[in-house]
């Protein structure tokens, strides 16, 4: 099974940016989709982003559309969410998972697709 790991959190101010990564290690998941999902304080985790093994093909929640944007590198085993123009809404640890499934022409948005999980990095917007 893949073991994900996410980098990349920390504090920033309303406005600002921050990079997170998604980094695989034990296999490859160059053939898995890949989501970004995030629990805030107190709330139920969601999903935020996903992309599909190719690259081709994305989902955004609309909440950060035209935010953040997810991209991936298969040869360096990482996908990453460029989120700008943050919010202090959009505090939440965000958590990586890759689809169970291979090679899936677009990306799923349901946690139940997906069977690894990184432990999560925190991200704190402040105003």
């Known amino acids: 099974q893949v073991q994900l790991v996410e980098s990349g959190g920390g504090p920033v101010q309303a406005g600002g940016s921050l990079r997170l990564s998604c980094t695989a290690s034990?296999?490859?998941?160059?053939?898995?989709?890949i989501g970004w999902f995030r629990r805030a304080p107190g709330k139920e985790r969601e999903f935020v982003a996903a992309?599909?093994?190719?690259?081709?093909?994305?989902n955004y929640t609309d909440s950060v559309k035209g935010r953040f944007t997810i991209s991936r590198d298969n040869a360096k085993n990482t996908v990453y969410l460029q989120m700008d123009t943050l919010k202090p809404e959009d505090t939440a640890v965000y958590y990586c998972?890759?689809?169970?499934?291979?090679?899936?022409?677009?990306?799923?948005?349901?946690?139940?697709?997906?069977?690894?999980w990184g432990q999560g990095t925190l991200v704190t917007v402040s105003s």
């Open positions: 998972a890759a689809d169970q499934r291979a090679r899936m022409k677009y990306p799923p948005i349901r946690p139940s697709d997906f069977g690894s």
């Open positions: 034990g296999r490859t998941f160059s053939t898995n989709a």
């Open positions: 992309i599909s093994w190719s690259g081709t093909s994305t």
